[in-house]
């Protein structure tokens, strides 16, 4: 039985760290340029080697993404850019463009190089091809089923590994190929600019009837057209490993380390029950379902894997995430006296009963009992976000554990 690789998203330093302690086996980030998340807050190349150092230090790899479609005009700087890399000795380089391969492969062959999902990788005969061309993995189209995936597997060689996705935001676009954030506000997805558009409202205009905005009904859900429930396949790892997919991959290169420790944490728990035994496994389901679903997500599907979507990976009723917690900070620090300095996300008082949420998978209930600033000043509250403060906890807490708070439903606060 092959032993899955977790591949975590990792957004900056702070994220990187979060996956690395909640039970990455390699996180995969961005820097300043070449990526396909120009909107995400990506790494500086001191961030950059930081984290690298940092990864490696725990027996973690990191992969960099260079992704964009290239266009002449940004060859020389990716020369430059993969020199740079060259230094910091990342594990692998994840790349989508012919182009950026061969710049890739003359300026750093010692690093591994993997095809991106934005290169369409949908039969045998393309990873034979990047095989030969010299790539170490070949991440799959989200198009592909489980069947064809495991095709594949039974006709490449067993040195080229394959990595697909296993939970995360889903594209409406053919392997995430799209025109619409182009054609609508100017900005690329395929050099890394999405705006996603497919998330927002649309309704019909009759060309006669110029200003008259037709509702469109599917159902009478809704007019969400282009927006896909997420990918989760907690319920279905036998099934990936089954069909020998090396890398488990999650989404998410824009999100919080709320969300990153959450979905590591627990796919962690969940391979790891698998191959100690499927009985394991099965007993713990209902906690794997209960946790990924206190991360923010919209809606779950299984995507293509056992089948072409129908109207039921559609949402049609609305374009908003469900959002059960908010996340607090990070434990960056402890004082010989227990106090535990974080990076204040959002607003919390000295009084409220938070959780802490532990990379061995334990949500400890504990209350504030005392916020104090930098300056030494005593505060009842931190509505300032991006505060340094020392918070008192009525139970210990450890360096890299997450604080968080359960969010009340809308219409239940003081009742």
């Known amino acids: 039985m092959r032993k899955p690789e977790l591949l975590i998203p990792a957004s900056s330093l702070e994220v990187l760290k979060t996956a690395v302690r909640f039970g990455a086996d390699a996180v995969y980030i961005g820097g300043e340029a070449f990526g396909l998340r120009a909107k995400a807050k990506n ?36 020369r430059m850019y993969f020199h740079e890399l060259k230094e910091m000795k990342p594990d692998a380089l994840i790349i989508a463009d012919p182009g950026m391969f061969t710049l890739a492969k003359e300026i750093c062959p010692e690093i591994d190089i993997h095809i991106s999902t934005q290169a369409n990788n949908t039969n045998y005969m393309t990873y034979l091809f990047w095989h030969q061309m010299g790539a170490k993995r070949v991440v799959s189209a989200r198009e592909l089923s489980l069947e064809e995936i495991k095709e594949i597997r039974g006709k490449i060689p067993e040195d080229v590994e394959i990595e697909s996705f296993i939970h995360g935001a889903m594209c409406i676009s053919y392997s995430g190929r799209c025109l619409l954030s182009s054609y609508f506000t100017g900005r690329d997805a395929n050099q890394g600019a999405c705006t996603h558009p497919c998330r927002w409202k649309y309704a019909v205009v009759e060309e006669k009837r110029p200003g008259e905005y037709l509702p469109v009904y599917e159902n009478e859900r809704g007019t969400y057209l282009f927006n896909s429930k997420d990918l ?31 979905v590591a944490r627990t796919y962690r728990k ?3 029950d698998y191959l100690e035994s499927e009985e394991k496994y099965r007993a713990n389901m209902e906690w794997y379902k209960a946790e990924i679903a206190k991360c923010t997500y ?12 129908d109207e039921n990976t559609q949402i049609y009723d609305s374009n908003t995430y469900v959002s059960e917690y908010v996340y607090l900070g990070l434990v960056e620090e ?15 008082c000295v009084g409220d009963q938070i959780e802490i949420m532990k ?19 005593a505060v009842e509250s931190a509505p300032h976000s991006k505060q ?25 606060k003081g009742e």
């Open 43 to 78: 790494f500086s190349a001191e961030e950059m080697k930081k984290g690298i150092d940092f990864a490696h230090a725990h027996g973690v790899k990191v992969h960099v993404t260079a992704n964009i479609l290239a266009h002449n005009d940004d060859l020389e700087g990716a």
């Open 232 to 262: 989760c396949m907690i319920e279905h790892i036998p099934e990936m490993i089954d069909a020998g997919i090396d890398s488990f991959k999650i989404e998410g290169r824009m999100k919080t380390a709320l969300y990153v420790a959450t």
């Open 270 to 272: 969940a391979i790891d």
């Open 298 to 309: 919209r809606k779950f599907t299984t995507g293509f894997y056992f089948g072409k979507p």
């Open 334 to 348: 402890v004082s010989k006296d227990g106090l535990v300095r974080i990076e204040q996300k959002n607003k919390f």
């Open 359 to 377: 990379p061995d998978g334990r949500n400890v209930l504990v209350q504030v009992c005392s916020l104090t600033t930098q300056d030494g000043e």
């Open 388 to 412: 340094v403060l020392w918070v008192g906890l009525s139970e210990p807490a450890d360096r890299y554990d997450l604080l968080r708070v359960h969010k009340e439903p809308e219409g239940t």
